[in-house]
Each structure stands twice: as structure tokens, then as C-alpha cells.
T-cell receptor, first 116, second 114 residues
Framework: EPEVTQTPSHQVTQMGQEVILRCVPISNHLYFYWYRQILGQKVEFLVSFYNNEISEKSEIFDDQFSVERPDGSNFTLKIRSTKLEDSAMYFC??????????????FGPGTRLTVL | AQSVTQLDSQVPVFEEAPVELRCNYSSSVSVYLFWYVQYPNQGLQLLLK??????LVKGINGFEAEFNKSQTSFHLRKPSVHISDTAEYFCAVTRSGGSYIPTFGRGTSLIVHP
């Protein structure tokens, strides 16, 4: 069964450094998403992406963050100048149909980002 | 704005017993409702969703949920749980039109004891 994959599974970085989290969505999916989950807290939506553009973004997704689909398979989340509070699990998701909220999203296993 | 409240942070239950995980939401507009399960070291997996129509929604792994508009609830139930159902369960809500941005609850940890 096709699945969303994410690399690395765990990323440790120093405060102020840039990190890139990578995701490979399911191959025929067209809509991509990033979420984060700070330890012990709720899952939070960051951004959705379609046709090489951001569709929607939350208040969390400020200028520190950017997303990109650099090729036909990868979908990346870049965090510039990381802060301690960026430490979280970051989940990528993809969906096929683009029915917005009605879509079924398929989630990857997550990347745990630790900022020291 | 919308919000989701999962009333129980942890629900312990014995194997083969029934379980209900509670979810209440608030929203000024029509909503879609979702339940996700997260097994250890895995991403979220959709259990079921309510978009419209019948208020009783059946999902995977024998779970079902009932949408109650008057009580603004979407409780998740299973008549007989297994050890393998031990996981974190998240309720989520989105607007049914326009902006997609979902709001998740804090999660309920279901712990099934033998």
C-alpha cells in the first residue's frame, strides 16, 4: 500500500540554524500539507500546498517557514533560524482529490526536530 | 473560530470491553468532523469522518462515531476493544466550506489492558 515517507526521522540542530525536512507524498496525490505537534500538545496545521503554490497557511506559518516541491516527488519544509520553540514532531500529509476539508489525508510517520 | 475539546486525556479499559472517547466542538458555521488514530512512532491515520448525511458514521477497525448537532458532540465508540487499539486518538474539526484549516483536540490516550 502506498504511503507517505519522511526523512530524517529525527533531526537535531543548534538554535539559529536552518533545517530542511523532507517528505515524499503518495505518487498520484496532488495536495500536500505540513503539521506540527509540540510534545504533549495538539496537532497544529501549518500549511497546504497545491500546484506549486501555498493554498492556505496558519498563523504559525510565518516568514521563518517555507515550503517547496523541488522535483516531482519531494515536498520540503524549510525552517530558517530555528528557535527552541520549534522543537516538535513535524508531519507531512498528502491527499488526492483536492476536495478541501472533505479529502482524506494520508500522514507520514513524522520527523522529530530537536533544537538545542 | 472553532475549537475541539476532548474531555478525557487518558481512558484505561480492559480488553473486550466497550469504550467511548468523547469529543465536543464549537463552531459558528457548519463543520466536518474527523477522528484520527496515532499508533506509537507513526503518523495519524484517519478512522472516520462526518461530512453530511447519516449522523452515525462507521470507520475502520470497528469504530463508529455519532454526530450530535444539538450537543455539538462527535463521540467515538467501539463495542469491544483489543490490545492493538492502544493508541492516541485525535478528534478534529474543519469548516465545511471555504477555509480548510483544521483544529485538533489534545488527544485521548486509549490504554487497553489484558
Amino acid at each position: 500500500e502506498p504511503e507517505v515517507t519522511q526523512t530524517p526521522s529525527h533531526q537535531v540542530t543548534q538554535m539559529g540554524q536552518e533545517v530542511i525536512l523532507r517528505c515524499v507524498p503518495i505518487s498520484n496525490h496532488l495536495y500536500f500539507y505540513w503539521y506540527r505537534q509540540i510534545l504533549g500538545q495538539k496537532v497544529e496545521f501549518l500549511v497546504s500546498f497545491y500546484n506549486n503554490e501555498i493554498s492556505e497557511k496558519s498563523e504559525i506559518f510565518d516568514d521563518q517557514f517555507s515550503v517547496e516541491r523541488p522535483d516531482g516527488s519531494n515536498f520540503t519544509l524549510k525552517i530558517r533560524s530555528t528557535k527552541l520553540e520549534d522543537s516538535a514532531m513535524y508531519f507531512c500529509a498528502s491527499s488526492e482529490l483536492g476536495q478541501g476539508a472533505a479529502d482524506t489525508q494520508y500522514f507520514g510517520p513524522g520527523t522529530r526536530l530537536t533544537v538545542l | 473560530a472553532q475549537s475541539v475539546t476532548q474531555l478525557d486525556s487518558q481512558v484505561p479499559v480492559f480488553e473486550e470491553a466497550p469504550v467511548e472517547l468523547r469529543c465536543n466542538y464549537s463552531s459558528s458555521v457548519s463543520v466536518y468532523l474527523f477522528w484520527y488514530v496515532q499508533y506509537p512512532n507513526q503518523g495519524l491515520q484517519l478512522l472516520l469522518k462526518y461530512l453530511s448525511g447519516s449522523t452515525l458514521v462507521k470507520g475502520i477497525n470497528g469504530f463508529e462515531a455519532e454526530f450530535n448537532k444539538s450537543q455539538t458532540s462527535f463521540h467515538l465508540r467501539k463495542p469491544s476493544v483489543h490490545i492493538s487499539d492502544t493508541a492516541e486518538y485525535f478528534c478534529a474539526v474543519t469548516r465545511s466550506g471555504g477555509s480548510y484549516i483544521p483544529t485538533f483536540g489534545r488527544g485521548t490516550s486509549l490504554i487497553v489492558h489484558p
